[in-house]
């Protein structure tokens, strides 16, 4: 059986970094201060990772 959950999880992650960057940019170009624009980028991570892993895992469940 071919098992690449560890490939899916660092594009997951990869991916994750990208969502991260991007919030946390948008949040400083609208006025926010940089430490609130870095737990904006933080708070996309783990929400796109958190959301990403349980759909992959519900994808990639045995079929009983």
């Known amino acids: 059986m071919n098992n690449n959950r560890g490939l899916w999880v660092a594009?997951?992650?990869?991916?994750?970094?990208f969502v991260a960057f991007a919030g946390g940019v948008l949040a400083w170009l609208g006025g926010a201060a940089v430490p609130v624009a870095v737990l904006t980028g933080a708070g996309g991570f783990a929400g796109f990772v958190g959301l990403a892993?349980?759909?992959?895992?519900f994808l990639t469940r045995a079929q009983d």
Do not use: K, N, P
């Open 11 to 17: 594009l997951i992650v990869t991916a994750g970094f």
């Open 53 to 57: 892993v349980a759909v992959m895992a």
